[in-house]
């Protein structure tokens, strides 16, 4: 039978396409909601054997706990991080857990290039100057690409993409993962350690997961260890870089560029319309006064190509789990 699932966090272009995919090929009794799902709403997945969450949603031990108290025996993710997950507390509740380990590398690789072609060009702030009639080139000036050197932390699916594009550039390209990837090896990226990587490179770019071990792994050591003015882009986790030692190092002028798609505290801004409020981080709010930082708002995923694969993928996995009682995209603690 088709499982009833609370789709949290719902935005109209999640309705549309996992509404397109249910009807083409798994009919689930889908209920979107706009609210994320946390403490205090998850009373609402009360009878519903699924939920379907993203990367804000709150999916801990209390959570879990409620879940499973009111039903629910699947926690569908439709991305493919999972640091927002108790994967031990839903095994103690018999729960459940799936994601969409690749939806689109293309998307995120592409969009991480766009953030260094606009960094280094500096797109966003000659568009802005033409916009108000000024056409002078003074603070615009970039370097070109091609005999650089980018090092690429977490040589995944994302990873080798963004390998095969800096490698078209005519760039140098080393790679940092700790289970080396021979097929960027076969490209002709060089597996270095970390150290050397952050020594050598003069754009960082950050495609790893967000675990105990990547927590702030750019700190104020890594940092010091980056060569003067090292261009650095992150649109894996926003916790993988330590907000307050890169605000220091782009004071200091250390850090030259800084290209964020994420960000460690994005629970409270990414995702809706704040433009007539008050910003209340005032971290966040001091990253925006810097010229040479470029944010967007966790937008990397966002292609047709992308959306349409997360749906069928998450349906998918919960029409196998109906279907076999097991998922291969299944999470296990």
Same mark, same amino acid.
Do not use: W
């Given at each position: ?21 249910? #009807? *083409? ?7 979107? @909601?706009?609210?994320? $799902?946390? =403490?205090? %709403? !998850? ?87 033409? #916009? *108000? ?7 615009? @000036?970039?370097?070109? $690409?091609? =005999?650089? %050197? !980018? ?183």
């Amino acid at each position: 039978m088709p499982m009833k699932v609370a789709v949290f966090s719902t935005k109209p272009y999640d309705q549309q396409f996992l509404e397109l995919a249910n #009807r *083409e090929a798994h009919g689930h009794d889908l209920v979107f @909601l706009e609210t994320r $799902l946390n =403490g205090t %709403t !998850v009373s609402l997945a009360k009878g519903f054997e699924a939920v379907c969450v993203f990367v804000n949603d709150q999916v801990d031990a209390t959570v879990l706990k409620a879940l499973a108290e009111g039903g629910t025996r699947v926690v569908a993710l439709r991305c493919a991080g999972f640091n927002n997950v108790d994967l031990k507390a839903a095994k103690a509740n018999n729960i459940k857990v799936v994601r969409v380990p690749a939806y689109s590398p293309h998307a995120v690789a592409e969009h991480s290039v766009a953030l260094m072609l606009s960094l280094n060009r500096q797109i966003h702030r000659a568009h802005n100057r033409i #916009r *108000e009639g000024n056409f002078a080139l003074e603070g615009l @000036l970039g370097f070109d $690409l091609h =005999g650089r %050197t !980018v090092g690429i932390i977490g040589t995944g699916q994302i990873g080798f993409e963004v390998a095969r594009i800096m490698l078209g550039f005519g760039c140098q390209v080393l790679g940092y993962d700790p289970h080396p990837s021979s097929a960027c090896e076969q490209l002709g990226v060089r597996n270095v350690g970390l150290d050397e990587l952050l020594a050598q490179a003069d754009i960082i770019t950050l495609h790893c997961p967000l675990t105990p071990d990547t927590h702030h792994l750019i700190n104020a050591q890594a940092i010091r260890q980056t060569k003067p003015g090292v261009m650095l882009i992150n649109t894996s986790r926003g916790a993988i870089i330590d907000t307050s030692a890169v605000i220091e190092g782009l004071k200091s002028g250390h850090i030259g560029y800084l290209g964020l798609d994420v960000y460690e505290e994005e629970g409270d801004l990414f995702f809706e319309d704040l433009s007539n409020l008050v910003l209340q981080d005032d971290v966040f709010a001091r990253l925006l006064t810097f010229p040479n930082v470029l944010i967007t708002g966790h937008q990397a995923f966002f292609t047709r190509n992308a959306l349409q694969s997360i749906a069928q993928i998450t349906l998918g996995n919960l029409t196998e789990l109906e279907q076999k009682g097991q998922c291969g995209n299944q999470l296990t603690a």
